[in-house]
């Protein structure tokens, strides 16, 4: 059940995120090529795509139906894979072995100002 499931969603997000979703757009091809066939018996295949991909000229509306001729439904997602740069934090050994930090919260904040303003309810 659970592979089921998870081929069901990659199929759902590959066909929506990407260009798969122009290869529902083959039978429109092949019918396209059928009806270029009928007018021109000796076209081939190749001919047929080689007149409607690398061309640059303009066709007609039936011809923008064709799969991967329209490009603009496809999200485009760039993600950037940054290398893993591992620090190391070494402790250096003092002169006198011990190390005092300041404590800085005594010298921005007066005592005096605390007590005045944090006062319990009074009666």
Not at 66 to 84: M, N, R, Y
Request: proline share 7%; glycine share 2%.
């Amino acid at each position: 059940m659970k592979r089921t499931v998870s081929i069901v969603l990659i199929c759902i997000y590959a066909f929506s995120f990407t260009e798969l979703h122009q290869l529902f757009k083959l039978p429109v091809l092949i019918q396209h090529f059928n009806e270029h066939q009928k007018v021109n018996g000796d076209l081939t295949f190749f001919q047929f795509l080689t007149l409607h991909y690398t061309t640059p000229q303009d066709h007609d509306a039936r011809d923008m139906e064709l799969p991967f001729k329209d490009f603009g439904h496809c999200a485009v997602v760039q993600t950037v894979i940054l290398p893993v740069v591992k620090i190391e934090l070494t402790e250096k050994a003092s002169d006198t072995g011990s190390v005092s930090y300041p404590v800085l919260y005594k010298k921005f904040i007066p005592s005096s100002y605390l007590s005045e303003i944090w006062q319990p309810p009074r009666v």
